[in-house]
């Protein structure tokens, strides 16, 4: 499943990515959102986007279009 | 050989906290050669010797994406081809080791000599994490020290890493980063990534609880501060006090300032004698250094709630609030603090394009600043719609001159806008530079830092971009004093004489002929001379000499158009000036009996005033920020050009529907 799919507050997984460019991947990577790592959707932002999210121990607000690119499972 | 450690590390390690811990006030601030990426760079005492200590630019990874993150590596391969010892200091979190462990792995896999702070090491005894230090220098193979930048903790033991040492560390093997290939630089990533995972694992022991106190607590704030309906009003109300902060707060202490050193001037030119040296120093000196010191109290408050935002936590969020609304024109939240704070003025604004990590956002966020409506305008605008706009107007029912004001403010924010959608299709344009954003833990602001990060803002500006301000100030004066047109100013003068050698002087009398005094030197003077040649240029606006020549003046500041407008008109020496330049410009003639200026005059000196950067402080300050010419040139050739334009269009549209 992708991430978008996942509801607030599950705990998930992150599996890998699917159809991000070479830069998103590389920068979330870096950011921290890699293969493995715990994420858990904590809230929408006022506009709806972006989403903030837990990821391992850190919090990252993540554009909501990249949320369908991220592939999870349920932790 | 000196010994140079530099600074690096993921954004929010608090790498400036320990380098402004470690250097104190010894700093200084320049660019990194051939971009606008800041270098600070300091120096500290450690066992006699001095270091030179360099703060780099955040790096998340070993694949640098953005012109900061290249700077760090190039800086790094530069460094290894000179005969400095360096030194690799890479700053860490204990919260975060897993992620911020991989820059120094995979730098000292590249042939770097590494060190490693972890920082922030109280807070992390607060999480409840423990690090075993002696365990993780083994594991990674380099030094590693425990601190907390914001107390001192640790800092101590840290020296005794970074002393300078009798041989330097070899480094011809080392990787030249800007001949990397991107192949090589993913093997050290991923290598990297999967040692550093190793590293954190052997040595952090994690409380049993699930999330770290830091982190639950902020996420309890956030569901308030980004609650979908109180956190736009609180970030609304943020920004309302900043904002007045920066128009209320400030205003006070420029207008102190500003009187008391009109009062030295004053005092000066009793105690001198009449001539070109008093004229010298109570009109082009000291006004030069009004127009410097003037703009420290706004620098000093704005950068005061932009440190305390940034070091809370807060900045991050509130640009995550807006990001979504500024995307679709190609910018994004970041931009939003410095485009608030150029409403009060465009020199704070465009140093506060400094928060910006990417560098090619921060150029467009520079060039685009100015177009907001600075509070210099102000006084141009209330003159311009109080003259020409009738007080009649009602439009629905409001006040016409007030919703001209209200439409000046919207003008300049559209106008940003529309430029911001244009550069999309320039080689300005970047791709969301970071479709993440990390969202620091909430912290509460160190005073002592905030002081310090205060203090490093204004006295940059004071230092550097000051003393151009005050050079051109005193050229601005000299067009305006000289040549003196002796034959132009010598009837006025006898006149003058006259009433001044009568027994009972009339003061009336005095004023008016003072007024004229004035206004005659300004027209034979370089400045005046220059209005009547460049007048054909701006006849197509409407525009004749005095204009112009009110408007070249306005270079120095905006408001200045109106004091300048005041002087030709003769009017310098009466109390209600400004109500009496809007007569004089309400009833000015042609020679023909024409009226010399009309709506349409006063259209397109709104529109060119709202687009041009009509401002030699804020040129000079982009050009501090940008390390360039190119840049102020660049937009003040196209600002100008626009406002030019529109100018004309606005003119020609408003004589048609008139």
Redesign the interface.
Known sequence: MTLDTVAMDVPVRVLGYAGLDA??K?????????PGVSLVK?????????I?C?V????????A??LSQIRVEAA | MSRVVALAGRPNTGKTTLFNALTGLRQRAANFAGCTVEKATGTMLVSGGEVEIVDLPGTFSMLPQTEDEQVSFRFLSECAETPDDLLVLCVVEASNLENDLVLPVGLKAAGYPVAVAVNMIDESRLNGIRLDASELSGRLGMAVALVSARTGEGLKKLEAVLSPRALRADLSESLDFRRATKKRLHELQDDAVAAAQRAAAASVTWPRHSMLPTVSRSIRIDRILLHPLAGPLILAATMFLLFQALFVGAQPIMNFLSDQIGALAVLLRAQLPEGAVASLLCDGAIPGISAVVVFVPQIAILFTMIGFLEQSGYLPRAGAMVDRSLRPFGLDGRVFIPFLSSFACAIPGVMAARTIPSEKRRIVTILLSPLMTCSARIPVYTLLITAFVPATFHPLGFNGQGVVMAAMYAFGIVMALLLALAMKYTALHEQHPSPATVLPPYRVPSARELARYVWARCWHFLSRAGQVIFTLSLVLWALAAFPRDAARLAPIEAELAVVLSSPAPDPGAERVLRGRLAAAHIEGSALGRAGRFIEPVFRPLGWDWRVSVASLSALAAREVFVGTLGTIYALGGESNAEDGLISALQGAKNENGTRRYTLATAASLLVFFAIALQCISTIVTVRRETGSWKIPALQFSFLFSLAYALAFASYRLTLFFS
């Open positions: 830069h998103d590389e920068r979330l990577a870096g950011l921290g959102l890699r904590i809230l929408k932002t006022p506009l709806r986007d972006p903030e837990l391992g121990s850190q919090l990252l607000a993540i554009e279009r990249l």
